[in-house]
């Protein structure tokens, strides 16, 4: 009896600590797999699987909150590991997923519940604010190390889809709040603008990242596809854009927005051949081997995104190829999501559940 109680209490504390360390070691980019979940889950709902987007919301909820109490739980214990992780150029811009996984959900509760958006927008966009001005400077202009390029990476485009989701969240409100209409607009295009020439200030720091320093398998690791994710949620942005009602600002502006919508359509277009061939000469050529990771969320995102923003394209811009090759890439998009999701449950089971290490 002793012992079978020793062996309990041993089990448990040995639970309790790898769960510690879980939550130590959490990356700040984990909340993509609210962004993953949520996408899906709205394009599912704009194909009529009404059944199929329901399962996704209950599970895009469900992992908000569970990320939100376990970083919660990281900031009051282990401050010295968020520290961390605010002064890491490769690390601190996953914190910008937060903002995006929050809008996210907040557009897919729109659709019944728009004062749930509104609530989250709010949340969204203070947080951008703050996290856009603190961010840059902790990790990138703070730093006595020079060069800082050369720790540039695919995550820092998640700044460019933080903007661009709280401009979706702001555009999808819009219809629903007739009073706040003017305001909604400003907020709109003044974060879709912002996030275009994010777009262009990344886009140049990685590629001299690329160009100027060694770059090898290990570093072309998923976060990589969120290139091509922040012009898809640029496309779908300019699209909820192009759809509001009148108001100066949008009057404005619309006929760019749309214009630049369809831009960076095709340019996504292109990266994703690009993207996949970079996958296949990690992973076969070189054999690096394939295993799960928190980053490959970073990955599933960015299909489900250019699978709802080419639906929406072709809706506004009455662009029907477009819009089929959305919903293609949709379901794609959610076949990548069901085997990420399989891998992350297994991985959970078996590194914090029943690990003996």
Same mark, same amino acid.
């Given at each position: 009896?002793?012992?079978?109680? /020793?062996? $309990?209490?041993? +089990?448990?504390?040995?639970?309790?600590?790898?769960?510690?360390?879980?939550?130590? &070691?959490?990356?700040?980019?984990?909340?993509?797999?609210?962004?993953?979940?949520?996408?899906?889950?709205?394009?599912?709902?704009?194909?009529?699987?009404?059944?199929?987007?329901?399962?996704?919301?209950?599970?895009?909820?469900?992992?908000? +909150?569970?990320?939100?109490?376990?970083?919660?739980?990281?900031?009051?214990?282990?401050?010295?590991?968020?520290?961390?992780?605010?002064?890491?150029?490769?690390?601190?811009?996953?914190?910008?997923?937060?903002?995006?996984?929050?809008?996210?959900?907040?557009?897919?509760?729109?659709?019944?519940?728009?004062?749930? &958006?509104?609530?989250?927008?709010?949340?969204?966009?203070?947080?951008?604010?703050?996290?856009?001005?603190?961010?840059?400077? &902790? /990790?990138?202009?703070?730093?006595?190390?020079?060069?800082?390029?050369?720790?540039?990476?695919?995550?820092?485009?998640?700044?460019?889809?933080?903007?661009?989701?709280?401009?979706?969240?702001?555009?999808?409100?819009?219809?629903?709040?007739?009073?706040?209409?003017?305001?909604?607009?400003?907020?709109?295009?003044?974060?879709?603008?912002?996030?275009?020439?994010?777009?262009?200030?990344?886009?140049?720091?990685?590629?001299?990242?690329?160009?100027?320093?060694?770059?090898?398998?290990?570093?072309?690791?998923?976060?990589?596809?969120?290139?091509?994710?922040?012009?898809?949620?640029?496309?779908?942005?300019?699209?909820?854009?192009?759809?509001?009602?009148?108001?100066?600002?949008?009057?404005?502006?619309?006929?760019?927005?749309?214009?630049?919508?369809?831009?960076?359509?095709?340019?996504?277009?292109?990266?994703?051949?690009?993207?996949?061939?970079?996958?296949?000469?990690?992973?076969?050529?070189?054999?690096?081997?394939?295993?799960?990771?928190?980053?490959?969320?970073?990955?599933?995102?960015?299909?489900?995104?250019?699978?709802?923003?080419?639906?929406?394209?072709?809706?506004?811009?009455?662009?029907?190829?477009?819009?089929?090759?959305?919903?293609?890439?949709?379901?794609? /998009?959610?076949?990548?999501?069901?085997?990420?999701?399989?891998?992350?449950?297994?991985?959970?089971?078996?590194?914090?559940?029943?690990? &003996? $290490?």
């Amino acid at each position: 009896m002793r012992t079978s109680t /020793a062996a $309990g209490a041993s +089990g448990t504390g040995g639970l309790r600590r790898r769960v510690g360390v879980a939550v130590e &070691t959490l990356t700040p980019g984990y909340f993509a797999v609210v962004m993953a979940t949520g996408i899906i889950s709205v394009g599912t709902w704009l194909k009529g699987s009404r059944a199929l987007s329901t399962a996704m919301l209950v599970l895009c909820a469900v992992s908000y +909150g569970v990320l939100v109490l376990l970083n919660a739980w990281r900031l009051l214990s282990y401050r010295h590991a968020v520290s961390s992780d605010f002064n890491d150029p490769r690390r601190a811009f996953g914190f910008f997923t937060f903002v995006a996984a929050t809008n996210v959900l907040g557009v897919r509760l729109g659709v019944a519940h728009p004062g749930a &958006t509104v609530a989250l927008l709010v949340v969204s966009g203070v947080t951008w604010l703050v996290l856009g001005y603190v961010v840059p400077w &902790t /990790a990138v202009l703070g730093r006595q190390e020079r060069p800082v390029v050369a720790t540039a990476n695919g995550s820092w485009f998640v700044w460019v889809v933080a903007s661009q989701s709280v401009a979706v969240a702001a555009a999808t409100v819009e219809p629903d709040f007739a009073n706040g209409r003017p305001m909604l607009a400003l907020l709109a295009v003044v974060s879709w603008s912002v996030g275009i020439f994010l777009y262009g200030a990344a886009g140049t720091i990685v590629a001299f990242r690329l160009m100027l320093y060694e770059f090898g398998p290990e570093e072309l690791t998923p976060p990589y596809w969120v290139a091509m994710g922040a012009l898809a949620i640029t496309v779908l942005a300019g699209a909820r854009i192009v759809e509001m009602a009148n108001a100066p600002m949008v009057d404005a502006t619309r006929g760019l927005v749309a214009g630049l919508a369809v831009f960076c359509w095709a340019f996504a277009t292109w990266l994703i051949p690009v993207l996949v061939a970079a996958g296949w000469w990690r992973h076969v050529v070189r054999r690096l081997p394939l295993r799960y990771d928190a980053t490959l969320w970073s990955m599933v995102f960015p299909m489900g995104m250019y699978g709802v923003a080419g639906i929406y394209l072709g809706r506004a811009d009455r662009l029907p190829l477009v819009a089929e090759v959305g919903t293609v890439s949709l379901w794609v /998009a959610f076949s990548v999501w069901l085997v990420t999701f399989l891998a992350m449950v297994r991985h959970l089971w078996r590194t914090v559940v029943t690990s &003996t $290490g």
